[in-house]
């Protein structure tokens, strides 16, 4: 893998998913279509048909995954914004989750 897109997704990861509670809500609201609540708001999926939504990790925009899962407002430091992942990235983030889990074992 790319270093530098891992970093990015690492960073990413900080920003959207709180906690490691957080990206197993988002993969479930990826795969199941149902909203679900984060610390950080609810998290839904964003429609087939709605263009314009970008995966904050890797910029893709929604037409070109499969699914992305949004948090419409987020605020982080005194900024708002919603925060965006799509599934491909989601299952980057399962991986980084379980090589960081391999090495704190």
Known sequence: MNDELLTEARRAQERLID???????????ITSGRAARTVLGTMNTVPEARSGVRCNFCGKDRGQVERVAILPEVTVERTSSSAAVCSECLVLCQEISTEEDSLDA
């Not at 906690?19 to 609201?29: G, I, K, N, P, Q």
């Open 19 to 29: 906690a490691e509670r957080d990206l197993d809500v988002a993969v479930d609201v």
